[in-house]
């Protein structure tokens, strides 16, 4: 009887997509909003690194991370489970953003997201709607002290369909 109790409880907990935690470089980091399904999302801070935004020649976005001792970069990003040899499968979406590392709280909303030089990134085989976009709706909430930095992201691009709109998490 207690046998039969267990195999639906595991088959239940199995589907449980709630809080995770991801050990890298020996600092821990906690994702807890809901990772969209078929996927695996991490996030990093890329201390020291500043965030440059810039546009190539045809009108898409690129960035470089360049050495800044004042910044670091937030890096959120979603990585979609592909069965291996299936081609063309790929789907890979991510936020960044800049902040300064001695201000110990931030609050922006909409166009005020281009402080931190906020950019969303959609990488798929899906013409015409993959690349990167300047986040200009949305609000993110962050607080920075004793090197572990907590932030509450909310935003919308309009451009190209997203898996994700809502990302709260803390990294050291």
């Given at each position: 009887m207690k046998k039969i109790f267990l195999i639906p409880l595991a088959f239940s907990l199995s589907f449980c997509n709630c809080k995770k935690s991801v050990v890298e470089n020996s600092k821990t980091t906690s994702i807890e909003s809901v990772c969209p399904d078929n996927g695996i999302c991490t996030v990093k801070i890329y201390k020291n690194k500043s965030l440059e935004v810039k546009t190539d020649d045809l009108g898409g976005i690129y960035y470089q991370m360049l050495d800044n001792t004042a910044t670091s970069v937030i890096q959120y990003q979603y990585n979609k489970t592909v069965e291996e040899g299936l081609q063309d499968g790929q789907h890979r979406e991510e936020i960044l953003f800049e902040i300064n590392s001695s201000k110990p709280l931030l609050n922006l909303k909409d166009k005020n997201l281009q402080e931190v030089k906020m950019i969303f990134g959609r990488?798929?085989?899906?013409?015409?709607?993959?690349?990167?976009?300047?986040?200009?709706?949305?609000?993110?909430?962050?607080?920075?002290?004793?090197?572990?930095?907590?932030?509450?992201?909310?935003?919308?691009?309009?451009?190209?369909?997203?898996?994700?709109?809502?990302v709260k998490a803390t990294v050291q």
């Open positions: 990488h798929c085989f899906c013409k015409g709607q993959a690349g990167y976009f300047k986040v200009e709706e949305g609000s993110l909430s962050l607080e920075n002290k004793n090197e572990t930095t907590t932030f509450e992201l909310d935003f919308k691009i309009h451009k190209v369909p997203q898996l994700f709109e809502k």
